[in-house]
């Protein structure tokens, strides 16, 4: 693999590293891989470090041209915010407001980044929000030894998504997404460059029911997230839904939310028309788990 130009995309688990390898002149993803950590990643960078290494060393991979990581939902605050025309050319500043009258947090406790989703300084924008605690971001910047490990980027998954959509499938019609990890589910509508809708749910409140009755509670729930964001907007009314996430990978999960969502199209996000996947069964195994990780490595290979 050393000439050729690699990108990993990883996205951080709640115990796990999720991995994806990109190769740029191929726009092929090489390999895929869930490696566990047993501790909180964000939360113990040597763990981090060391697990990655490990692993690298473990495929003779001694180096990438890129890493970029993909940090879930459910560790950031995501919202989507109309700024007024009169607020526009102080973006930042309107944005850290915004913040503060959301969250209880000290000022300067998160790193705010955000995407223009339409309109203009004259008549106002919407912009999707996204914030992550400082100590995460200051941790993955500055918590490596080897600074050829460190980060090049750092996005949210559900941006990490969105790139993978726009490249690997060229998306240009709205698209619903479900990322179903163990941590939670994320479902968003989606179109080029634009996020029009997104819902979560949580599985703190599954701990302790069997797995049979904790994803028959989940598939219900996140048709009934589906049907309130319809009903505040009849535009994300869309038959087809696009899965990935560990969940994906269980087929009890995938059915019991087939059952729940009558009327609907389930498709794993196995294959991509503008992507080549990896032949071997092994490197290809963590395909659907990995989605976040191949699309924040897309996001610095493709320039995205």
């Given at each position: 693999m050393s000439d050729t130009k690699?990108?990993?995309?990883?996205?951080?688990?709640?115990?796990?590293?999720?991995?994806a390898l990109l190769d740029s002149a191929e726009k092929r993803v090489l390999k895929t891989a869930v490696l566990e950590t047993e501790t909180s990643p964000i939360d113990d960078i040597y763990t981090f470090e060391t697990v990655l290494q490990t692993w690298m060393e473990s495929i003779e991979l001694e180096s990438v041209e890129a890493i970029s990581v993909a940090i879930p939902a459910f560790r950031s605050i995501i919202r989507q915010v109309y700024v007024p025309a009169e607020a526009a050319t102080h973006l930042d500043d309107y944005l850290q407001w915004y913040l503060g009258l959301i969250t209880n947090a000290e000022k300067g406790a998160y790193v705010v980044d955000y995407k223009v989703l339409s309109g203009s300084a004259s008549l106002g924008l919407t912009v999707l929000l996204i914030a992550v605690r400082r100590q995460w971001v200051d941790a993955l910047r500055k918590g490596f030894r080897s600074k050829s490990l460190a980060p090049k980027a750092m996005e949210v998954d559900v941006l990490s998504l969105l790139n993978l959509m726009d490249v690997?499938?060229?998306?240009?019609?709205?698209?619903?997404?479900?990322?179903?990890?163990?941590?939670?589910?994320?479902?968003?509508?989606?179109?080029?460059?634009?996020?029009?809708?997104?819902?979560?749910?949580?599985?703190?409140?599954?701990?302790?029911?069997?797995?049979?009755?904790?994803?028959?509670?989940?598939?219900?729930?996140?048709?009934?997230?589906?049907?309130?964001?319809?009903?505040?907007?009849?535009?994300?009314?869309i038959r087809q839904i696009n899965i990935c996430g560990e969940?994906?990978?269980?087929?009890?999960?995938?059915?019991?939310?087939?059952?729940?969502?009558?009327?609907?199209?389930?498709?794993?996000?196995?294959?991509?028309?503008n992507l080549r996947l990896p032949v071997d069964e092994q490197d290809s195994a963590a395909v659907l788990c990995c989605a976040g990780a191949i699309g924040t490595a897309l996001n610095v290979m493709e320039g995205v």
């Open positions: 690699i990108y990993m995309g990883i996205e951080v688990g709640d115990a796990s590293l999720k991995v690997a499938e060229g998306v240009k019609d709205l698209q619903c997404v479900i990322k179903a990890d163990y941590m939670g589910v994320t479902m968003m509508w989606l179109s080029k460059d634009n996020l029009q809708g997104l819902r979560c749910v949580s599985t703190l409140p599954l701990v302790n029911k069997s797995r049979e009755e904790a994803y028959e509670l989940l598939a219900n729930e996140v048709m009934n997230q589906i049907n309130l964001a319809k009903e505040e907007n009849a535009a994300l009314d969940l994906a990978q269980d087929p009890l999960f995938v059915e019991d939310l087939r059952r729940c969502c009558p009327g609907y199209q389930l498709a794993l996000m196995d294959s991509f028309s």
